[in-house]
């Protein structure tokens, strides 16, 4: 995914930065997240898989093959338009929740799991590539019969309920304010029971991105500051990060995937 940066957030600047003056910083309740547009969304998005997209599903497809799991209860936060998380946790899934907050991509993903657009086979393609999910011949229908969609909020979500779980673009990107995010990273963590396997991805350093009309916050992350927030959750952490491909105009520097296991 390759989210549209803020404007004039060049990297070019003087030497000697500016002194910081604080803004007030836009949290998530202050946000019009109904304004989504999951179909402008995933025309810029994801219309046409990217390969830093393939790169990041191909990993997350090998983690999860690895992770010796089966018949999981599984989750994933804030889906908003992208269904490749939940397509990586297919072949494993008893069930899929996908939670989201906004009611426009609430209403999507109900529509698009009972038989998702075609657009997505690519995904899912990478995906076969591995055994695993090979062996899963009708993705589509099994969506269909596993897939639940939920209207919730990550800071709602309860605790140690499912067994692997995926968060997109979803801490760095739901407020301009890193508190918000950590806790959103603890909130996904604790939502896991102990041991799961789990998928996160993160922008990094991102000021914000338009969606259709519409303009959402985002919070600066830096590489650290993740890791921070990883670590009182989750063991065997694994990160890496992604370049985007082609590279867009400046205002991110680039995503971030960590792979891993949560305390609970
Ligand atoms: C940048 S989009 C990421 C969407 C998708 N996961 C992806 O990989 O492209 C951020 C998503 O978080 C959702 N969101 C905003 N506030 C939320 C909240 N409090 N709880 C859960 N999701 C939220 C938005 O509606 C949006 O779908």
């Not at 297919?90 to 998702?116: H, K, M």
């Not at 590539?129 to 897939?147: I, M, N």
Request: glycine letters at 8%; aromatic letters at 10%; one cysteine or more.
């Amino acid at each position: 995914m390759a989210l549209i940066p803020a404007a004039g957030a060049g990297c070019s600047g003087p030497s000697t930065p500016p002194p910081r003056v604080e803004s007030p910083r836009t949290v998530n309740s202050e946000v019009e997240w109904d304004g989504f547009d999951p179909g402008a969304y995933v025309q810029h998005n994801y219309s046409v898989l990217r390969d830093d997209d393939r790169e990041i599903l191909c990993r997350i497809r090998d983690f999860f093959a690895g992770a010796k799991i089966a018949g999981a209860d599984c989750v994933d936060v804030g889906s908003g338009a992208n269904l490749y998380p939940t397509l990586s946790l297919l072949p494993f899934a008893r069930s899929v929740e996908l939670c989201e907050y906004s009611t426009a991509n609430v209403r999507w993903l109900r529509d698009q799991i009972s038989g998702y657009d075609e657009c997505w086979d690519a995904y899912w393609q990478v995906c076969a590539e591995h055994a695993a999910y090979a062996a899963l011949t009708d993705p589509r229908s099994h969506l269909a019969r596993v897939g639940r969609v939920s209207q919730l909020s990550v800071f709602d979500l309860p605790r140690r309920v499912w067994s692997a779980g995926t968060m997109f673009f979803v801490a760095c990107s739901i407020s301009a304010d890193r508190v918000e995010a950590e806790s959103a990273i603890g909130r996904f963590l604790g939502a896991l029971r102990p041991g799961s396997p789990f998928a996160a991805a993160f922008m990094l350093g991102s000021n914000g991105y338009r969606v259709g009309q519409h303009w959402f916050p985002a919070v600066q992350l830096h590489r650290a500051e993740v890791v921070a927030s990883m670590a009182a959750g989750a063991y065997d952490v694994d990160m890496h990060e992604v370049r985007p491909t082609p590279s867009l105009r400046d205002g991110y520097l680039g995503m971030l995937l960590v792979t891993g296991r949560s305390r609970g």
